[in-house]
């Protein structure tokens, strides 16, 4: 059913060299099908806690000292990053870290790292994401750092899609990116959600451009949720519209 959790966070404390507290009792959940987004401004710890879920806090000196993270009901807290993907759970990260020396069609055929079902299914895969990014299809053979930054975004997204994920936590997919081009990423992560049933975990400073994509929506500050809601609820509600949409 729709409403069947696939990543639940329940309290979760982060605290960077020992001393710094970021996430002061985080809890959310990415139910299957769904694409939610995670809000807030600049330092609010959505990264932070994108990275406490894929277990990439290590190389940062941060650490979860309290709280849990479950995948299907499994904690995944101690998973590196290959046996996440293996359970179907891939992040893309902030800044897009496309392999600039690579093609981009080399770039998403890393991607595929981790399969064993052979190079028939990593093909048709292939097909799949350049029928969902055409202009990956159309700049294939580019070294991927001579591309632009939506491209680049998109390359990202398209490497996360050949690991074949069930849920991808995506980081900040708007960053840098011109406004025509942030609607055509958003539009293309609505299909894969409703058309290849990827789940989205979403973190976007862009409030107006997340809840407008999004189902739900929670909201961040200072390491706190301080508001959650269906997204519709969340475009509504007047202290959002006031201090996240700037409009009253
Ligand atoms: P942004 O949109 O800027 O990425 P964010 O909501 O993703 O913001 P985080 O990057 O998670 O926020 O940062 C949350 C807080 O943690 C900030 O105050 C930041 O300065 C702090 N922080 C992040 N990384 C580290 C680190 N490695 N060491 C110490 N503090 C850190």
Excluded at 122 to 141: G, H
Excluded at 221 to 244: T, W
Aim: aromatic share 6%; net charge negative.
């Amino acid at each position: 059913t729709p409403t069947d959790t696939l990543l639940e966070v329940n309290n979760i404390e982060v605290i960077y060299n020992h001393v710094i507290l970021v996430l002061k009792g985080v809890s959310l959940s990415v139910p299957r099908g769904g694409i939610t987004a995670l809000l807030g401004g600049n330092g609010a710890g959505k990264t932070t806690t994108l990275k406490a879920i894929s277990n990439l806090l290590h190389s940062e000196r941060g650490e979860v000292t309290k709280g849990k993270i479950e995948y299907h009901g499994k904690p995944i807290q101690n998973l590196s990053p290959e046996a996440l993907v293996k359970r179907g759970v891939v992040q893309v990260m902030e800044g897009r870290h496309c392999f600039e020396h690579l093609s981009v069609e080399e770039n998403l055929m890393t991607g595929a790292y981790t399969r064993t079902d052979g190079a028939a299914n990593i093909k048709a895969d292939l097909e799949m994401v350049y029928s969902y990014f055409p202009r990956l299809r159309e700049r294939r053979k580019s070294q991927a750092g001579f591309t632009s930054g939506g491209e680049q975004q998109m390359c990202a997204i398209g490497r996360a899609l050949m690991s074949r994920p069930e849920t991808i936590l995506l980081d900040e997919p708007s960053m840098g990116i011109a406004p025509q081009l942030v609607e055509e990423i958003f539009t293309i992560v609505k299909n894969l959600n409703e058309n290849e049933g990827v789940s989205f975990l979403l973190a976007e400073q862009n409030t107006n451009v997340a809840l407008r994509y999004a189902h739900h929506g929670y909201i961040l500050e200072s390491g706190r949720v301080v508001m959650e809601g269906p997204a519709a609820e969340l475009r509504e509600n007047p202290d959002v519209k006031e201090f996240y949409l700037g409009m009253s």
